[in-house]
């Protein structure tokens, strides 16, 4: 006949099976807890380069940096007219979720920051129109960059390595974290166009709304 286990043996099995989920679950709850918190620091950086946009525009016709008497279409020189007015810090521009970038000493280049500008190339038009104080809810300008050299459904993000997923300031303000690089934009006279945010959809490469360089 079987031996039922004695009170001190169900306590013993007890415990061990919450030691086992003691190590392996609370380091899974850890890593949630700080992507979470990283993810958090990462959308308040994006609203505070979409709010330095903003002051830089009050003194410069309503245009964002690179609009104006010089016009500068890179993302790398867009940001340094930030910092070259101290509307922003290097470490702002770094998400905290790169860990290879470093903040800017001196002039800024693609290893200073973790996102991408709109992008205002001279055939851009309607994006082009919205580097500016236009409030509009949907116009995307500043965003996660694509971290693969794929673009489309192979884009990916400091959030993920299975596709792109990131935050995303818009030119009212907002900044909304979407789990998608394709979905409803409106620039200029353009109404619920659906945009990629890092493919080139026309001839002539204006449709990538980001900059990256």
């Known amino acids: 006949m079987q031996r039922g286990l004695s009170r001190v043996e169900v306590v013993t099995v007890i415990l061990a ?6 190590v ?3 380091p899974v709850s850890d890593r949630r807890r700080h992507a979470s918190k990283h993810r958090l620091e990462n959308a308040s950086r994006i609203r505070g380069i979409q709010q330095s946009l903003i002051q830089f525009a ?3 016709n309503q245009l964002y940096p690179g609009l104006g008497p010089e016009e500068v279409l890179t993302a790398s020189g867009r940001l340094q007219l930030l910092l070259d007015r101290s509307l922003l810090t290097p470490e702002y521009l770094v998400s905290p979720l790169e860990f290879d970038k470093v903040p800017a000493e001196g002039t800024v280049t693609t290893g200073n920051f973790s996102h ?3 992008e205002i190339g001279p055939s851009a038009s ?5 580097w ?3 409030a509009r809810s949907d116009a995307p300008v500043v965003f996660d960059r694509n971290v693969a050299t794929e673009t489309g459904a192979g884009a990916r993000s400091i959030h993920s390595t299975s596709d792109w997923r990131g935050s995303i300031g818009f030119n009212d303000g907002h900044v909304d974290f979407k789990n998608t690089n394709v979905f409803a ?3 200029g006279i353009q109404i619920n166009s659906i945009d990629d945010l ?3 959809e026309r001839d002539d490469g204006a449709n990538a709304l980001g900059a990256y360089d």
């Open 185 to 187: 934009t409106q620039f």
């Open 58 to 60: 009050q003194d410069n």
């Open 116 to 118: 991408c500008l709109l």
């Open 132 to 134: 500016t104080t236009t």
């Open 126 to 130: 309607g994006r082009r129109a919205e």
């Open 24 to 26: 392996f679950v609370l």
């Open 17 to 22: 099976v919450l030691v086992i989920l003691f």
């Open 198 to 200: 890092f493919v080139d």
